[in-house]
């Protein structure tokens, strides 16, 4: 099936097949392997887009519902440098392997834009379906609300 | 990774009955939280998908004469912030809120959570104590089903092959009505409610006329209000004495089953008269 959608603000078109998650028509399909395959159940977050202007987990979306849509990927978050959260999470060593980091970063950039200021809570719910079995949340949890005392300075 | 199925998506209803109809082995998509996951473990292996979204009157939350009406394909998080599901609705997105996450939340409908129809189904209960009913539409025909006579049991509902939810429908209710949502879980984060429960005070100040209603998940499989119980509570001055007397008759009525993995049948019998405390309390206010 043909597929014609704006990636990463560009629009592109592919050929796929019906049977394809999004998360791998954007990894095998367009090579955009930033975005990560943890738990393909939708448990995890580590496959985190934004479509439409919201989070969504792509394993658990069909690549032929792509059509028509806009998404960004974690590629799309660094094409100018870092952005303030990334390097909030180098900062306070919110990274440690790295798998679930484009799942929070992508969680943390849709936050970010529904809310300039976030409170604790805003911030708990965004990260709530994220698993990271490295740094044991304080730190991620630290990195956003080091973004958040930025932006309302 | 899938086994292989056409996909469609249809831009009208009469589109989606046509497919329907031509594929006995087609299942319908609306957020796909549960289908997709689903086809992966090969517990159901479709031919053909008829994904919905293209029809877009099936999203969204309206006031019509009939009451709030509910496109199915209304998301979780589109239920939470709703400004038509307050007050005596309140307690329908508090439960959309909680699902599952935030992304999650983002695509998951309250079509789907409730053709799922899972024993712990977070808008079931709510759906249950505000007397919703589901509109069914066939190829001819329309009906409107009460949620409690649509939800047959676990991941079954009277809906056959070529029908299609095409509303939720909730009656309007009398200004200080007001619900509670409760339910535990095994973590404070992303998990299926252990057991839940949503209380609900029809006309809380006045005493003749209050009605009390309540509907518990996971303790049978499906949403459990106890008719006797609710006598027991209602058009009287509610005490901790009349809570735990309504507590004992759930408890006999109810059979949890034993197999749950995700808590025992006495943690399910326990938190009854614990839910059903809470509920009341914080609906009107009071300590018990």
New interface residues.
């Given amino acids: ?1 043909k597929i014609k959608f704006k990636l990463n603000g560009e629009l592109k078109t592919a050929e796929i ?5 999004l998360l ?1 028509v954007l990894r095998d399909t367009f090579g955009l392997t930033g975005t990560k395959c943890g738990c ?4 995890c ?1 580590a496959c ?1 887009v934004i479509m439409n202007g ?4 792509s ?4 690549g ?2 792509a ?1 028509g849509s806009e998404i960004f990927t974690i590629e799309s978050v660094s094409a100018n440098g870092l952005s303030d959260l990334q390097k909030a999470f180098l900062e306070e060593g919110a990274v440690q392997c790295g798998f679930c980091t484009p799942g929070f970063i992508m ?1 943390g950039e849709a936050l970010f834009k529904r809310t300039q200021n976030p409170t604790d809570e805003e911030i708990k ?2 990260l ?3 698993l990271c079995r490295c740094t044991g949340y304080d730190a991620i949890f630290k990195a956003f609300k080091k973004v958040k005392v930025k932006k309302t300075l | 990774m899938f086994s292989r199925f056409d996909y469609y998506a249809p831009q009208t209803l009469n589109d989606a009955f046509a497919a329907l109809s031509k594929n006995g082995n087609a299942r319908i998509l609306a957020g796909g939280t549960d289908l997709v996951v689903n086809i992966r473990s090969g517990k159901i292996k479709p031919s053909l998908i008829v994904d919905l979204k293209k029809i877009k009157w099936l999203s969204g939350v309206t006031k019509t004469d009939r009451g709030i009406e509910i496109g199915p394909l209304t998301t979780m998080n589109e239920l939470a912030e709703s400004s038509l599901l307050k007050g005596p609705y309140s307690l329908l997105s508090y439960a959309a809120k909680i699902m599952g996450c935030y992304e999650i939340r983002n695509r998951a409908t309250v079509g789907g959570n409730i053709i799922n129809a899972s024993p712990g189904a977070e808008t079931l209960t709510p759906l249950t104590v505000l007397h919703a009913s589901v509109e069914v539409s066939g190829n001819n025909n329309k009906k409107l089903i009460p949620l409690n006579k649509f939800v047959t049991g676990p991941n079954n509902t009277v809906l056959s092959g070529g029908e299609i939810v095409t509303k939720i429908i909730l009656p309007f209710y009398p200004q200080l009505t007001a619900g509670y949502y409760m339910r535990r879980a095994r973590v404070k984060g992303m998990d299926l409610a252990s057991v839940n429960c949503s209380v609900l005070v029809v006309n809380p100040n006045n005493i003749e006329k209050c009605q009390v209603r309540a509907a518990f998940g996971t303790v049978m499989p499906t949403p459990y209000r106890s008719q006797k119980a609710e006598e027991i509570l209602s058009g009287k001055k509610i005490t901790l004495d009349l809570i735990k007397q309504a507590a004992s008759v759930i408890n006999s009525e109810i059979n949890p089953r034993a197999t749950s993995l995700r808590a025992t049948p006495e943690y399910k019998r326990f938190m009854v008269e614990y839910f059903l405390k809470t509920g009341l309390s914080k609906i009107l206010g009071v300590t018990f």
Avoid: F, K
């Fill in positions: 099936m097949v019906s049977y394809m998650t791998e393909g159940n939708g448990e977050g985190t919201h989070p969504v987990r394993c658990l979306i069909l032929v519902e059509d969680a719910i965004a709530g379906g994220h």
